[in-house]
Every structure is written in structure tokens, then in C-alpha cells.
């Protein structure tokens, strides 16, 4: 995941306004405050919270 260090420095969870840090190797994005992950793809942060889902949730299939 290539994402411009400025980019992430402004970034926040819409969903809490909370911090987020960067899952290189799932190329995600994780809220510290409320655990919801962002996926990232083609080096564009997917910010809607629709498309985020929670820590521990599994995608069945």
C-alpha cells in the first residue's frame, strides 16, 4: 500500500473522528477510538462507513 504520509496525517474515521493507523499487510485502515476498518484499494482509502466493517467481524463465503 503506497498512501501519501500527508494523506494519513489529516485523515480520521468519519464514524468517531478517531485516529487511524495503516494495516500494510491487509491494506486497510483501523480506528484506534471505535475499531471499525476502512479497506484500501488501488491506494484509495474507502472512508465510508458503509464499506467499513468492525474488528472480529468475518466475511462468511
Known sequence: MNLDPMLLEILVCPDC???????????????????????????????????ARRRGDEESG
Do not use: F
Open 17 to 51: 473522528k478517531g485516529t487511524l493507523t495503516v494495516d500494510d499487510e491487509n491494506d486497510e485502515l483501523i480506528c484506534d477510538s471505535c475499531g471499525l476498518i476502512y479497506p484500501v484499494r488501488d491506494d484509495i482509502p474507502i472512508m465510508l462507513v458503509d464499506e
